[in-house]
T-cell receptor
Framework: RKEVEQDPGPFNVPEGATVAFNCTYS??????FFWYRQDCRKEPKLLMS???SGNEDGRFTAQLNRASQYISLLIRDSKLSDSATYLC?????????????FGTGTRLLVSP | GAVVSQHPSWVICKSGTSVKIECRSL??????MFWYRQFPKQSLMLMAT?????????EQGVEKDKFLINHASLTLSTLTVTSAHPEDSSFYIC????????????FGPGTRLTVT
């Protein structure tokens, strides 16, 4: 079983739509959780950290459910520029807090 | 945000040759840097953790004699792919760990290696 699992997609949505991505992780000792965005042939860029209480940054909302080992990302009012691959990333547990484990990513395509 | 650079951004080399990739933290000191590899349509896979002034720690399945890592200063880590083969063709990305503030990892722009 992969440490971090995501639906690879692609998710094809029209502009203005709301879309949600889910992710599960296997290491119950994991301590930090993130969503990164990766554009084609580019490095990943931090989108937002994910906290147990849930957090929101503009159109983006992230949720963490430690009991179910489940992380989600909600994007409201999708823009064309949101088209990218969204990586669920987990850090920590007994492997060391600095090491990041990446999911394979969920590809989002926003069309006009 | 902090800046991490990589050089070269892309390289084509012949099978059997060695290639050195540099990773620099431009505006902060990084005692720890990480090297990742990403094959097409796959996730980033951690290859090794590079520690300034000490030996790198390699992930399971990564050959330390093939992927030589040197972290000689607080702002520079190098990855040398020795005796490269076509299966080493990949996107190599480094990240630098910033201990202040958000404790975030900052990624370099990546190096695309093609071995012919």
């Amino acid at each position: 079983r992969k440490e971090v699992e995501q639906d690879p997609g692609p998710f094809n949505v029209p502009e203005g739509a709301t879309v949600a991505f889910n992710c599960t992780y296997s290491n119950s000792a994991s301590q930090s959780f993130f969503w990164y965005r990766q554009d084609c042939r580019k490095e990943p860029k931090l989108l937002m950290s994910v906290y147990s209480s849930g957090n929101e940054d503009g159109r983006f909302t992230a949720q963490l459910n430690r009991a179910s080992q489940y992380i989600s990302l909600l994007i409201r009012d999708s823009k064309l520029s949101d088209s990218a691959t969204y990586l669920c990333v987990v850090n920590g547990g007994n492997t060391g807090f600095q090491k990041l484990v990446f999911g394979t990513g969920t590809r989002l395509l926003v069309s006009p | 945000g902090a800046v991490v650079s990589q050089h070269p951004s892309w390289v084509i080399c012949k099978s059997g040759t060695s290639v050195k990739i540099e990773c620099r933290s431009l505006d902060f000191q990084a005692t720890t840097m990480f090297w990742y590899r990403q094959f097409p349509k796959q996730s980033l896979m951690l290859m090794a953790t590079s520690n300034e002034g000490s030996k790198a720690t390699y992930e399971q399945g990564v050959e330390k004699d093939k992927f030589l890592i040197n972290h000689a200063s607080l702002t520079l880590s190098t990855l040398t792919v020795t005796s490269a083969h076509p299966e080493d063709s990949s996107f190599y990305i480094c990240s630098a760990f910033k201990r202040e503030g958000s404790y975030e990892q900052y990624f370099g722009p990546g190096t695309r290696l093609t071995v012919t």
